[in-house]
């Protein structure tokens, strides 16, 4: 075992070379990150969800809606990831509960990193869920563990019932998919719910799948039960492990990654 | 384009190992899946920019790209599947286990010997 990384290490002797075989994921660095997150998340009683999707999805305005339902049962704050602005920012703490803008600039998806330092300007000890609103992309987001314990994955009526599909990356890796802007379906014909759900299927990914729409309210009390059902599961289980707060523990935990 | 984000994660995982041993590196062999979300040819791109003034500089890259297989919870077959179809190929069922595919690994790396490092030092 490599004491500097971790990885299964081995040397094979050839006369006029040295090889080494690694075996080592690429992201682990991040994973480790990822994993000291949720410690933080954990150590604190603290359930955190990580929302991806498509720009335009609606995530910012499910949050909007969702906030002003739950924010007389759970103190919940948000972590923002956006290449510029901080506009969604704003749009929250409008809703009267504390955000954290992470502007990544040029990068395409949020990283265990930049979650870990946004991490430091919320008063954990304070919240009982955080929102991390990823960066606008169904490609990118799939490949980095940010230390969440649940993925929801938005997929609007505009789209194409078809994403999945196209991008099972993201898809596969989901606890949760919302089909957002339903009160627009009567307006568009190729739009068909039960075909999205099959793609996830076809993922063998066995995630809800709750059409709704925020701006319209339309059946946000299906995605409010899950929400409640996944925090009160979640913090069952934070509490036969729980640890003094504070701490930071930077052993190696075998939990589920952003997408497995 | 978070290929060069996993490209420098890469290259600070080999000076992580090359710390440790002599001789410059000649190859470094990468195993990713179809369902690892990077695309391969985008990593062979960045991969001699992100090398530029690291131990890998000059270094070649093989990726060996695997193949998805899954295991059906019904049936139990072990079949080859799709990015976008992990049903049982034997009986079509979605409720399968991945059990390869999603590799995203380092899997070698070849140094060049100690000898050969020190004759070129000489020229």
Known sequence: MCETCGCTVTRTGAKDAATVEVLGRLLQTNDRVAAHNRDHFNSHCVVAFNLMSSPGAGKTALLEATIDVLKADFRIAVIEGDLETDNDTQRIRAHGVPAVQITTGSACHLDASMVHDALHDLPLALLDIVFIENVGNLVCPASFD??????????????????P???????????????TKMDLIPFLDDFDPLSAEKAVRDLANAAPVIPLSARKAINLEAWEDWLRAEVAGIRSSQDATSEPHGIHHHGHHHHRPAVA | MHELAICQALIAQIENIAGRQAGRIRQVHLGIGPLAGVEPRLLADAYPLVCAGTVAEGSQLEIEETNIRVRCRVCGAETVATPNRLICGACGDWHTDLLAGDELLLLKIEFEAREDVAEVAHV
Do not use: C
């Open chain 1, 165 to 179: 599909a196209k991008y099972p990356v993201m898809f596969r890796g989901a606890d949760l998919v919302l089909l």
């Open chain 1, 146 to 163: 940010l230390g969440q314990h649940r993925n929801i994955v938005l997929l609007s009526a505009t789209e194409g019932d078809d994403k």
